[in-house]
């Protein structure tokens, strides 16, 4: 790191902290209509951001949440031009009564700051403002043209924002995609994404008769919705683990050899990762290992359910219906508009007779992988081995970023998955974290890496 740049860091550090304390403050929660003005204020508190920083803002309204839109393009149309996303909002806080320290209000203990969204994602989304306003507040420009693209529906499935990356691709053209919304394989361990699964998210309604029913003067004559929704869900899988939806397969690419061999090279204790999720014995699909299910392999689950009597005792009744929600990640290539399909006539083909069976798609995205050549990830390796002091892994992920997918298909530009968070972090659960050293030297890597970039 060039010394002005570290010095800057060094002597803002206190402010940059402040500053990303209130945006943990703000709880924009996406799912909530209760807090949907919370979650503009969320917007609207980083569109001031990337102001001061020095960039030309706005906040854009969508059919949801605002979308916030920043650029800088005093590179000149010479230089490469990088595109930075993340998301301001995060997942609801609940349940609040596990939280050791408030949710919205952003506590440090063990170097490690504790907040909801703390990591995923306004963390790092921020230390990338903070990376961009260190070059602009110390050398009065940057390397590269810059475009930051925030949006406040990630943690619903991003719904809106594949229309407005089609609409304004003119605008958003781009050589380059950055995304910090991810984790490091282990601490002190930089780490490059390779791949993301993609989403289809279903609800499974099952209605039965009219209204909930005695089930001694009904059960028996009478079909029960929740037992119809069980014998439903129970059809997703074999009894080996494997999906048995008809066609589910059928567009799934076996990995490269060399990226799995890659893979396999990883130090990854199966064990340790059993005792962490504090389960009794691991399950999935044979044939894989773990790390191989969670990146490489396709699911079906079931998030949640719901029907007839879950309170206190017993109720003898036969619930007049039932709900699943349930999401299969994807992996390239599969497409979700094709699992729609196809989930809508597994169901239609296993649906008992005596229920209304109804499947609604609620959102989706598709699969990404990377082909992590160029220059842009030559930047990356030496931008992220000389903060970290240590050479990057390339790493895959379970998880999903919808729009991904869109960025390389829309914008036709590589995608750089580099992520600062770390295992057990919490995301989407109680005491959420972020590693202070994590968010310093990620900050630092990525002020970094547009000077390498630059250089291309
Ligand atoms: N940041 C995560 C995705 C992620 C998780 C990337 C772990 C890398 C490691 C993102 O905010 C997220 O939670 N995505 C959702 C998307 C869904 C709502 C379509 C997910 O994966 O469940
Ligand atoms: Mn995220
Ligand atoms: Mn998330």
């Known amino acids: 790191m060039f010394t002005d740049l570290a010095a800057y860091f060094d002597a803002n550090a206190t402010r940059i902290r402040d500053e990303l304390f209130d945006f943990l403050r703000i709880p924009s929660v996406s799912a909530r209509s209760e807090h949907d003005a919370d979650t503009r204020r969320a917007a609207e508190w980083l569109r001031g951001s990337l102001d001061q920083a020095g960039l030309r803002t706005e906040v854009i309204d969508t059919a949801g949440h605002p979308i916030v839109l920043a650029e800088w393009r005093g590179a000149g149309r010479g230089r490469p031009t990088v595109l930075i996303y993340g998301h301001y909002d995060v997942q609801p806080a609940e349940p609040l009564d596990l939280w050791d320290s408030p949710a919205f209000e952003p506590t440090v203990r063990d170097g490690r700051i504790y907040a909801r969204g703390s990591v995923d994602d306004k963390g790092q989304l921020f230390l990338h403002v903070k990376a961009l306003e260190a ?58 994404l390779s791949s993301l699964r993609g989403m289809a998210y279903f609800q499974i309604d099952v209605q039965g008769p009219s209204g909930d029913l005695h089930s001694g003067m009904y059960g028996g004559a009478v079909v029960n919705p929740a037992m119809a929704l069980a014998r439903i869900l129970a059809t997703f899988h074999d009894d080996t683990g494997r999906i048995a939806i008809d066609g589910f397969y059928d567009a799934v690419q076996a990995w490269p050899d060399a990226v799995r061999s ?26 894989y290992t773990v790390l191989e299910r969670l990146w490489t392999r396709p699911t079906c689950e079931v998030n949640g359910l719901l029907s007839g009597y879950t309170g206190e005792g017993a109720k003898t009744v036969l619930p007049a219906k039932a ?35 109804t499947v609604q798609h609620l959102h989706g995205g598709r699969p990404w992988r990377a082909d992590l050549e160029g220059p842009l990830f030559d930047a990356a390796r030496r931008a992220l081995a000389e903060a970290f002091g240590k050479e990057p892994v390339i790493v895959g992920e379970g998880g999903s970023i919808p729009v991904v997918g869109d960025f390389q298909s829309i914008l036709g530009a590589p995608v750089l998955l580099v992520g600062f968070g770390l295992p057990g972090e919490n995301a989407h659960a109680p005491n959420e974290w972020i590693s202070v050293e994590n968010f310093e030297t990620g900050m630092r890597a990525m002020a970094r890496l547009y000077e390498e970039y630059g250089k291309s």
Not at 262 to 287: K, N, S
Not at 335 to 342: A, Y
């Open 262 to 287: 890659q893979m396999r090279g990883l130090p990854f204790d199966e064990e340790h990762f059993r005792d962490e999720v504090g389960a009794t014995a691991l399950g999935g699909e044979p044939g």
């Open 323 to 357: 709900m699943a929600k349930v999401s299969c990640r994807l992996v390239p290539d599969q497409d979700p508009q094709e699992i729609e399909r196809l989930m809508h006539a597994h169901v239609a083909r296993v649906a008992p007779a005596g229920v209304t069976v």
């Open 135 to 192: 070059h602009l507040k110390v050398r009065g420009t940057l390397p590269v043209n810059v475009i930051v693209l925030a949006e406040g529906e990630e943690e619903v499935g991003s719904v809106n924002l594949e229309a407005f990356v089609r609409e304004h691709a003119t605008r958003l053209a781009c050589d380059a995609v950055v995304i910090s919304d991810s984790t490091m394989f282990a601490p002190g361990q930089p780490s490059i």
